[in-house]
């Protein structure tokens, strides 16, 4: 077998899953140099709530963090993740600004881009695989894992062959709850490999403990990639560390060939970091770093749990959060056995909670459970409860065809309605995902002055509310 490669999501997905996305860009510079020197596959800094949280939390421009990690990381792969027809918002968006998204993270220096659906609706994947494939990109098209009795290693392979088909460069199996457990992480990569030819990349999270055991079993079985997040902010809900499973695999035929000591020179840097996070609570070791087998037995992302606790805590009904947890799963079964993760885990802990809050299953629904049992989101992979759409729905007709069909192309616009602020395409795509909070943000970035910043306006009626640690993708 080849060494085993190796993703870094310090500068993404570990500081998003642990301490809500709020990693500031010069806390990133410092180490990129001896980041860029070690020699990972890539190292995901850009996507997923990294774009709002810039905006909307840290007074930065996303599209500069980015040309700035670029410009200090000139020989490794940077690597983003996309939610497909989504972007990185939480609606659909036009084929146009989805292919004018893709064009522009390229050109500002994203090599690869990871790129997934909720639903693992492939129609929700396709433009933006094209667009990927079409200026010059790595696609690295994704399976959202989870288990079902419509999920299972037959519905895998025929997914990841027809992402191949699309022109997928790499399979991701996007763990994000951290259910694949050691025995079906071999059995499934065992299987994939049969059935495409493309390398296989696994992503996990730590949350129930169990996320080291599984990436040792896959290596084993032959995958190519895996992703890691250096110590400081890994494990727990986060991915595995990056130094544990180096030294693990020291001497085995999977040897990383990574330098555990450029490793832990990088990781000093972000012990740092962690400890600012930390004392400003953001980062709560006993929340996220303890692990909860839960997420096992209910599926539930770690981030998920928070948002339960928080929709909890603000209703009074801490007391409810066992009959909350327990009523996910018959959501869930209810509303064709979606993966969990955003937006969908969402919409379905939100509707669990409204569930047991008011005493009756399905008295009322949110906006966003009507829209997911209408078709709005894509194809749901399971059988849908016919008598709880109804309850939803009424006689309201139902999508079958893919929901970006039926949005008009919207880049003219979106340059019109944003020619007094925006400068640049970037800034008009940044409008595009989150008018009122990059409208804001543009306006202040031209016109600057001493006073302290306002607070963030509130999300628009097209954004939902959510803690920005709940994507744990």
Same mark, same amino acid.
């Given at each position: 077998?080849?060494?085993?490669?190796?993703?870094?999501?310090?500068?993404?997905?570990?500081?998003?899953?642990?301490?809500?996305?709020?990693?500031?860009?010069?806390?990133?510079?410092?180490?990129?140099?001896?980041?860029?020197?070690?020699?990972?596959?890539?190292?995901?800094?850009?996507?997923?709530?990294?774009?709002?949280?810039?905006?909307?939390?840290?007074?930065?421009?996303?599209?500069?963090?980015?040309?700035?990690?670029?410009?200090?990381?000139?020989?490794?792969?940077?690597?983003?993740?996309?939610?497909?027809?989504?972007?990185?918002?939480?609606?659909?968006?036009?084929?146009?600004?989805?292919?004018?998204?893709?064009?522009?993270?390229?050109?500002?220096?994203?090599?690869?881009?990871?790129?997934?659906?909720?639903?693992?609706?492939?129609?929700?994947?396709?433009?933006?695989?094209?667009?990927?494939?079409?200026?010059?990109?790595?696609?690295?098209?994704?399976?959202?894992?989870?288990?079902?009795?419509?999920?299972?290693?037959?519905?895998?392979?025929?997914?990841?062959?027809?992402?191949?088909?699309?022109?997928?460069?790499?399979?991701?199996?996007?763990?994000?709850?951290?259910?694949?457990?050691?025995?079906?992480?071999?059995?499934?990569?065992?299987?994939?490999?049969?059935?495409?030819?493309?390398?296989?990349?696994?992503?996990?999270?730590?949350?129930?403990?169990?996320?080291?055991?599984?990436?040792?079993?896959?290596?084993?079985?032959?995958?190519?990639?895996?992703?890691?997040?250096?110590?400081?902010?890994?494990?727990?809900?986060?991915?595995?560390?990056?130094?544990?499973?180096?030294?693990?695999?020291?001497?085995?035929?999977?040897?990383?060939?990574?330098?555990?000591?450029?490793?832990?020179?990088?990781?000093?840097?972000?012990?740092?970091?962690?400890?600012?996070?930390?004392?400003?609570?953001?980062?709560?070791?006993?929340?996220?770093?303890?692990?909860?087998?839960?997420?096992?037995?209910?599926?539930?992302?770690?981030?998920?749990?928070?948002?339960?606790?928080?929709?909890?805590?603000? @209703?009074?009904? +801490? &007391? $409810?959060?066992?009959?909350?947890?327990? !009523?996910?799963? #018959?959501?869930?079964? /209810?509303?064709?056995?979606?993966?969990?993760?955003?937006?969908?885990?969402?919409?379905?802990?939100?509707?669990?909670?409204?569930?047991?809050?008011?005493?009756?299953?399905?008295?009322?629904?949110?906006?966003?459970?009507?829209?997911?049992?209408?078709?709005?989101?894509?194809?749901?992979?399971?059988?849908?409860?016919?008598?709880?759409?109804?309850?939803?729905?009424?006689?309201?007709?139902?999508?079958?065809?893919?929901?970006?069909?039926?949005? @008009?192309?919207? +880049? &003219? $616009?979106?340059?019109?309605?944003?020619? !007094?602020?925006? #400068?640049?395409?970037? /800034?008009?795509?940044?409008?595009?995902?989150?008018?009122?909070?990059?409208?804001?943000?543009?306006?202040?970035?031209?016109?600057?002055?001493?006073?302290?910043?306002?607070?963030?306006?509130?999300?628009?009626?097209?954004?939902?509310?959510?803690?920005?640690?709940?994507?744990?993708?």
């Amino acid at each position: 077998m080849n060494k085993l490669m190796i993703t870094e999501t310090i500068l993404r997905d570990a500081h998003q899953s642990l301490a809500a996305t709020r990693m500031h860009t010069d806390e990133m510079l410092p180490a990129a140099g001896v980041l860029d020197s070690i020699g990972y596959w890539s190292i995901e800094c850009w996507g997923g709530a990294t774009f709002d949280s810039c905006l909307r939390f840290l007074n930065e421009d996303p599209w500069e963090r980015l040309r700035q990690l670029r410009k200090a990381m000139p020989k490794t792969k940077l690597q983003m993740l996309l939610r497909g027809q989504n972007l990185l918002g939480y609606k659909h968006y036009a084929d146009d600004v989805v292919d004018e998204f893709v064009r522009l993270t390229l050109k500002n220096g994203i090599d690869v881009i990871r790129v997934f659906d909720a639903l693992n609706d492939m129609r929700n994947l396709e433009t933006a695989m094209k667009s990927i494939k079409k200026h010059g990109g790595h696609c690295e098209a994704c399976i959202s894992y989870t288990t079902s009795p419509v999920h299972n290693e037959a519905y895998f392979v025929d997914l990841s062959q027809q992402m191949e088909k699309a022109g997928a460069d790499t399979i991701c199996i996007k763990d994000m709850a951290g259910l694949l457990l050691p025995e079906a992480a071999t059995s499934l990569v065992k299987e994939l490999k049969k059935h495409v030819k493309i390398p296989i990349h696994l992503h996990t999270h730590n949350t129930a403990g169990t996320g080291s055991l599984t990436y040792l079993a896959a290596a084993q079985a032959g995958v190519d990639i895996v992703d890691c997040a250096l110590s400081p902010l890994g494990s727990g809900t986060s991915q595995p560390a990056t130094e544990s499973l180096v030294a693990a695999l020291q001497g085995s035929e999977r040897d990383t060939g990574l330098d555990l000591k450029k490793l832990t020179e990088a990781a000093s840097h972000f012990q740092k970091v962690a400890a600012r996070l930390e004392k400003e609570g953001f980062l709560v070791p006993g929340q996220v770093l303890r692990p909860d087998v839960r997420a096992l037995i209910y599926q539930v992302p770690g981030g998920m749990l928070s948002n339960l606790l928080s929709q909890l805590k603000s @209703a009074n009904a +801490m &007391d $409810k959060f066992e009959d909350v947890l327990a !009523e996910v799963p #018959r959501v869930r079964a /209810d509303f064709g056995y979606p993966p969990l993760v955003t937006p969908t885990s969402q919409i379905v802990g939100t509707q669990a909670v409204f569930n047991i809050l008011q005493g009756e299953r399905y008295r009322s629904f949110t906006k966003e459970s009507r829209a997911l049992l209408r078709g709005e989101y894509g194809r749901l992979p399971g059988e849908i409860n016919k008598e709880v759409q109804k309850m939803a729905l009424g006689d309201a007709e139902l999508l079958t065809v893919r929901p970006a069909d039926l949005i @008009a192309p919207e +880049m &003219d $616009k979106l340059r019109e309605e944003s020619r !007094e602020f925006a #400068r640049s395409d970037e /800034d008009v795509l940044s409008y595009a995902l989150f008018p009122q909070v990059a409208e804001k943000f543009l306006r202040e970035r031209n016109n600057p002055t001493p006073k302290a910043p306002a607070e963030a306006p509130a999300p628009s009626k097209d954004e939902v509310r959510v803690l920005h640690v709940l994507d744990r993708a």
